[in-house]
Structure formats: C-alpha cells, structure tokens
C-alpha cells in the first residue's frame, strides 16, 4: 500500500509489553499488553472509531522474519496516545 496521507501504522510490537523499547515497543509497560493479536488490535481500533484497514501479510522491519501484520487507522492524534488508546481497550477486552 502506497503512503495514505493522514493515516498511522499500527504494529503488533508497539503494544507488546514483552519487548524492549528497542525491539518495537513505544508504550511504557504499565500501559502496555502481553503478546496482543492482530485480530485484537483491529477490534480494539475498530471499537474506538479508527476504521482500521488490516494488513496482515506485512512484517515488521525490526523483525522481517516474522508476518505480524499491521493495521493503518485515522491519524486524529498524535500516535502514542492513538496506541495507548488501542492497548487499554484490548485490556478492556481481555476483562485486564
């Protein structure tokens, strides 16, 4: 998919308490979530009104070797607080 101008990049290692600040990760662990799905950021995006587009065939650059998908959503904000948003819903979700 070319650049969408007003849309962000959603992958799955932005939320993922498990990794390292260097491995992906852009939230701190308190808001963070372990080993969040794709399915689950999208409904998560989806609930919150950011009409996602799934894009699971896609790899991660930090980690090619893996299809961990990613999801592109409205940019309405700035992206740290659209994932952290992302993350306490699918806490919301899980019943966390």
């Known amino acids: 998919m070319m650049k969408d101008e007003g849309r962000l990049v959603i992958w799955p290692a932005y939320l993922d308490k498990e990794r ?12 963070a979530v372990s080993k969040p799905d794709f399915d689950e950021i999208f409904k998560a995006a989806a609930n919150l009104g950011f009409s996602p587009i799934p ?30 948003k992302i993350a306490a819903e699918i806490k919301k979700i899980r019943g966390n």
């Open 20 to 31: 390292t600040r260097a491995e992906g990760r852009i939230i701190s662990k308190k808001s």
């Open 55 to 84: 894009e699971k065939d896609k790899s991660y650059p930090r980690a090619w070797w893996e299809k961990s998908g990613r999801i592109m959503i409205n940019n309405t904000e700035a992206k740290n607080d659209s994932v952290r």
